[in-house]
Nanobody, 129 residues
Framework: QVQLVESGGGSVQPGDSLRLSCTAS?????????MGWFRQAPGKEREGVSF????????YYADSVKHRFTISADNAKNTLYLEMTGLRPEDTGVYFC?????????????????????WGQGTQITVSS
């Protein structure tokens, strides 16, 4: 059983920045070889934003967030981060932290939420003028 808790969401204006955090239970963190961020807007399917392969530290980003978002992890704090800059209204949605004990090396696999078995409850991000 894995427990994930997201934090850092909020309401911001276009162009603002936010940092999301996802903290996992200490015993589970080191067995999660892929961790990622996903988002879901009302009426839309959950989509992959970014993921981190914890084995080789490779990262991948959806085209819509590339060059604006940065994913990272701090093993000592059992925490995954998503640094978000240049936020746009279309970034609005509920952001979820996902994790899986499998290591993913393909963006087709790693950005597909169906390949993740562990989820946080989500944190709302609203970007509006």
């Amino acid at each position: 059983q894995v427990q994930l808790v997201e934090s850092g969401g909020g309401s911001v204006q276009p162009g603002d920045s936010l940092r999301l955090s996802c903290t996992a239970s200490q015993s589970a963190f080191y067995n999660l070889y892929t961790m990622g961020w996903f988002r879901q807007a009302p009426g839309k399917e959950r989509e992959g934003v970014s993921f981190l392969n914890m084995r080789d530290t490779s990262t991948y980003y959806a085209d819509s967030v590339k060059h604006r978002f940065t994913i990272s992890a701090d093993n000592a704090k059992n925490t995954l981060y998503l640094e978000m800059t240049g936020l746009r209204p279309e970034d609005t949605g509920v952001y979820f932290c996902g994790a899986d004990p499998r290591a993913y090396y393909s963006p087709i696999v790693g950005l597909d939420p169906r390949n993740y078995n562990n989820w946080g409850q989500g944190t709302q991000i609203t970007v509006s003028s």
